[in-house]
């Protein structure tokens, strides 16, 4: 029975690490670029749009549709940073437990 209550007690301390990482989330912005550095966004933690940025000669064309694709490409970049980002974190939180791939926390 000693095992089960070892294992029950790191799972809690797993999930008080994991509410604190969330908070961590918070404060964690990743920047995806597009065209070569001439559209920027920012996400947070959460995956939510801080900021856009365009460069001004981007609009010497009149290819609305090139601009729009950028922009959907610097945020499926930051995007993708901060899937990075939390995965790390998590391979931090979770120490030598072997967890299996596409395993979600909290439970």
Known sequence: MKNL???LKKAQ???AKMGDMQAELDHVEV???AGAGMVKVVLSGKGDMKSV???P???SSEDKEVVED????AHNQAKAKVADAAAEKM???TGGLDLPPGFKMPF
Do not use: N
């Open 31 to 33: 920047e995806g670029t």
């Open 70 to 73: 950028l922009i959907v490409a």
């Open 57 to 59: 000669s981007i609009f």
């Open 5 to 7: 209550s070892d294992m």
């Open 53 to 55: 940025s365009l460069d």
């Open 13 to 15: 301390e797993m999930q």
């Open 91 to 93: 391979k931090d939180l």
